[in-house]
């Protein structure tokens, strides 16, 4: 059986390009980091290294928003070492890990071929990073249209029914909890993004093996907020949580899993919308619980003008994430073609022992 988890470690958000590597990586006592050289050989390296080991031990795939193909990292919990790649692009940069062994593969490009391409290679560059700005500032945009989405429903939300259903959830989830003497732990990370290809997500590996409760609601219905106050509660009782957020908007919750209490609650409407196919699945709904009158039939042609502007706005960041896919793979073909695999392969034989 393997024993992977996938997740997204960072994402091109509304408010801007965002990291959530220094969560992730707590309990990780080393990391090597994969330094220059080919970006295509070094995804072939954590994949083959998740290939190795998934049989044998608990890993964790740290998937890619900038390049639908590419791997940022795994992670083999219970080895404490993570393998990344440490292509600035990434975001890896100021971790709050002191022990990081850097393998520069530099050492093994061709230079001649690489001073050859230098100007191209100073465009690409330049051009990829005006294409991720570009996204960023597009998603800006989107989200305020979908805080206007937001401002439709919120005055409907019947606060007193909300946090009564709060806590009858909380209940629900931690029946049967023992309080611990300590404060659980909460690492976050990304269910999903923003991709070249749109919205992706990892909700069908991060939830196997737990039970599923599916969010459903709308926008500006309290969501995000019941996720935050559920998180709080369990560490309270001294469980750890995985909090996963919104690839969109950072700052808002679309899930949280606690692994010793057997249970993955997220919010399952669009762009991760799903539907139960376990025996076991639940859906709890919110705009029919706590959602004071028929807001999508008052509001029905304001809404479904919203959701239009709201969804070609989206496109037009995507367009630009995958511009900036194919720039980069302009990239990585050059650096690829001066590599060599090889000689590469035969350093790195060690995280295979």
Same mark, same amino acid.
């Given at each position: 059986?393997?024993?992977?988890?996938?997740?997204?470690?960072?994402?091109?958000?509304?408010?801007?390009?965002?990291?959530?590597?220094?969560?992730?990586?707590?309990?990780?006592?080393?990391?090597?980091?994969?330094?220059?050289?080919?970006?295509?050989?070094?995804?072939?390296?954590?994949?083959?290294?998740?290939?190795?080991?998934?049989?044998?031990?608990?890993?964790?795939?740290?998937?890619?928003?900038?390049?639908?193909?590419?791997?940022?990292?795994?992670?083999?919990?219970?080895?404490?070492?993570?393998?990344?790649?440490?292509?600035?692009?990434?975001?890896?940069?100021?971790?709050?890990?002191?022990?990081?062994?850097?393998?520069?593969?530099?050492?093994?490009?061709?230079?001649?071929? *690489?001073?050859?391409?230098?100007?191209?290679?100073?465009?690409?560059?330049?051009?990829?990073?005006?294409?991720?700005?570009?996204?960023?500032?597009?998603?800006?945009?989107?989200?305020?249209?979908?805080?206007?989405?937001?401002?439709?429903?919120?005055?409907?939300?019947?606060?007193?029914?909300?946090?009564?259903?709060?806590?009858?959830? *909380?209940? +629900?989830?931690?029946?049967?909890?023992?309080?611990?003497?300590?404060?659980?732990?909460?690492?976050?990370?990304? +269910?999903?993004?923003?991709?070249?290809?749109?919205?992706?997500?990892?909700?069908?590996?991060?939830?196997?093996?737990?039970?599923?409760?599916?969010?459903?609601?709308?926008?500006?219905?309290?969501?995000?907020?019941?996720?935050?106050?559920?998180?709080?509660?369990?560490?309270?009782?001294?469980?750890?949580?995985?909090?996963?957020?919104?690839?969109?908007?950072?700052?808002?919750?679309?899930?949280?899993?606690?692994?010793?209490?057997?249970?993955?609650?997220?919010?399952?409407?669009?762009?991760?919308?799903?539907?139960?196919?376990?025996?076991?699945?639940?859906? *709890?709904?919110?705009?029919?619980?706590?959602?004071?009158?028929?807001?999508?039939?008052?509001?029905?042609?304001?809404?479904?003008? *919203?959701?239009?502007?709201?969804?070609?706005?989206?496109?037009?960041?995507?367009?630009?994430?995958?511009?900036?896919?194919?720039?980069?793979?302009?990239?990585?073909?050059?650096?690829?073609?001066?590599?060599?695999?090889?000689?590469?392969?035969?350093?790195?034989?060690?995280?295979?022992?």
């Amino acid at each position: 059986m393997k024993n992977v988890v996938y997740y997204y470690g960072a994402g091109n958000t509304a408010k801007g390009f965002r990291p959530l590597y220094n969560s992730i990586f707590q309990g990780v006592k080393k990391i090597y980091s994969l330094n220059g050289g080919s970006n295509i050989f070094k995804t072939a390296i954590i994949k083959e290294l998740i290939d190795e080991y998934s049989d044998t031990l608990s890993l964790e795939g740290i998937v890619s928003t900038i390049d639908n193909n590419e791997m940022e990292g795994v992670i083999l919990r219970e080895k404490e070492i993570a393998v990344i790649n440490g292509t600035p692009l990434h975001g890896f940069m100021n971790l709050a890990i002191d022990n990081i062994e850097v393998i520069d593969l530099d050492v093994f490009l061709d230079k001649d071929e *690489i001073e050859k391409n230098e100007e191209t290679i100073k465009f690409l560059k330049e051009q990829f990073k005006e294409c991720m700005e570009n996204a960023h500032k597009e998603y800006e945009k989107a989200l305020k249209i979908h805080d206007y989405w937001e401002d439709i429903y919120f005055p409907y939300l019947n606060i007193e029914k909300a946090n009564k259903f709060t806590e009858h959830v *909380i209940s +629900l989830l931690t029946d049967g909890a023992v309080k611990k003497e300590s404060k659980g732990k909460c690492v976050e990370r990304y +269910l999903g993004g923003a991709t070249p290809s749109g919205p992706k997500d990892s909700v069908p590996s991060i939830t196997e093996g737990v039970k599923r409760y599916f969010l459903k609601g709308r926008a500006g219905t309290g969501k995000s907020t019941m996720l935050k106050k559920i998180a709080k509660a369990v560490m309270e009782l001294g469980y750890d949580v995985e909090v996963y957020n919104c690839g969109f908007d950072p700052d808002s919750k679309d899930m949280v899993i606690s692994r010793e209490l057997n249970f993955a609650i997220f919010d399952s409407t669009a762009p991760h919308e799903y539907f139960p196919s376990r025996e076991d699945d639940e859906i *709890i709904d919110v705009y029919t619980t706590y959602i004071d009158g028929d807001v999508d039939k008052i509001h029905k042609e304001e809404i479904k003008k *919203i959701a239009l502007n709201y969804k070609n706005q989206v496109a037009k960041g995507t367009a630009f994430l995958l511009k900036g896919e194919e720039v980069k793979n302009k990239l990585d073909d050059i650096y690829n073609n001066a590599f060599n695999h090889k000689e590469a392969k035969g350093v790195l034989e060690f995280l295979f022992e």
